[in-house]
């Protein structure tokens, strides 16, 4: 195992997905729990995450005391990333100040001793790297060596080869690091001698294990189905472990996208033979959220209401079978719970709460049903490599993703106003582009602008379509669609969208911007 400790940086994620492309598992948990929860791990490489603070902060956060001194006595190699690399510099007694000129963005760095980190590179050799910092270190620990510089003179990258202390000033896990891949390739395999062999069908086996050990041999268990991947591959992978003591649950909200209901139904009848319960709970959701226009607000309402449904859903299985089913499988994603800024467990103590996601921010304290989420520690490509493995059709695996709160997040204020649910519905068709775009949507805007439509004066609503290319929905690209194909969707949402006049393309990236509007 190799362990990230996360001190909050944007790219700790990266760190991660990097890492286990590599075939090496990676898990990652914050920076500053107790040493407990790191040598209970047994890694065999830790990794100090970047992070926005700067550590003469009062309150920059740091790894538990004990932790230096239990790495070297195990043989764990260390390596610090920019801030993780001030923190190994500080508390080994070195010195960190801030730099003359701060370095930001593409740099150059020039290799002044040869290190295993660099595989076979040569004195003297220069590669491009992404930096990201203001402070430095000026002073290294006894024992450290400056292995790299920056162009400027900053120290770039350091070892102490006896005690297994590796740092680097700039973020080899981001692309912009064009040789990055390579050096962590080269510390993970010929600097720690780690072995590659972390394979998908691992994983399924030791969640099936998991799941069978969490699980009572006559416990029975809810899985909530939204028809897509996430819940899809949760699904098949626990009726795997408990066969048919799985009850799944399909739940319409009425925030779902055109016909929506019927085709997932009907899919997974057909395709899945997995029996689904179809619960209408439009007007439950609906009333609820009349009137709400809080990003987060709407968000906790529907995860409050979903799992109303679900308690519900139980109490009608125990009438049936006697016994009530205790758990509630979730396909809760890795990014679900970096973002929602989740409870103790799963890191990111020092980063922001970007969105409440519903199955992870937005479920209520008081929960009974005790959840299962196999899939909480792998990304969206991962969940499909999984679906692979399990045989899940391709009709599913292929799927865009669709949030839980639905076209609730896509319309932007009161849902329940202006017709804007059936003027998204409407909005969006398929193009025969599917696959190349990783989601494609349109946006209801509470706004109206004036337009002339048949010589007449209208003051009409405004959709945004937004379409993204992204690996996991960590960071995102807009789609770049051909002019005409544009000309035509906008002319037939104007013609055939009632209330709408305009419609508007959203180019924005993520970061700064998310992939859904609210
Ligand atoms: P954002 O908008 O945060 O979205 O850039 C990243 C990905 O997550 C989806 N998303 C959600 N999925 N429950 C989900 O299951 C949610 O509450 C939720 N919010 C956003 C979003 O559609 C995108 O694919």
Known sequence: LVLILDFGSQYTHLITRRIRSLSVFSLCISGTFPLSSITSLNPKVVILSGGPHSVHADDSPSFADGFVEWAQSNGVFVLGICYGLHLLVQRLGGEVRVGEKQEYGRMEIEV???????????????QVVWMSHGDEAATLPNGFEVVARSQQGAVAAVEDKDRRFYGLQYHPEVTHSP???????????????????????????EEIKVINNMVGSDDHVICALSGGVDSTVAATLVHRAIGDRLHCIFVDNGLLRYKERERVMETFERDLHLPVTCVD??????????????????RKIIGKEFICVFDAFAKELENNLGKKPAFLVQGTLYPDVIESCPPPGTGRTHSHTIKSHHNVGGLPKDMKLKLIEPLKLLFKDEVRQLGRILTVPYSFLKRHPFPGPGLAVRV???????????????????AGIYDSIWQAFAVFLPVKSVGVQGDQRTHSHVVALRAVTSQDGMTADWYHFEREFLDDVVQKICNNVRGVNRVALDITSKPPSTIEWE
Do not use: H, Y
């Open 112 to 126: 002044e001793k040869s290190c295993g980190i660099f595989g076979g590179k040569k004195v003297g050799d220069r």
């Open 412 to 430: 932007l204020g009161d849902v329940t106003e202006n017709n804007a649910l059936d003027t998204l519905r409407q909005s969006i068709k398929d």
């Open 179 to 205: 040789e990055g891949m390579e050096t962590l390739r080269s510390f993970l395999f010929e600097v720690c001698g780690v072995n590659a062999g972390w394979k998908m069908e691992d994983v399924m086996d």
């Open 281 to 298: 709970a439009t007007e439950q959701f609906l009333s609820k959220l009349k009137g709400v226009v809080d990003p987060e607000l709407k």
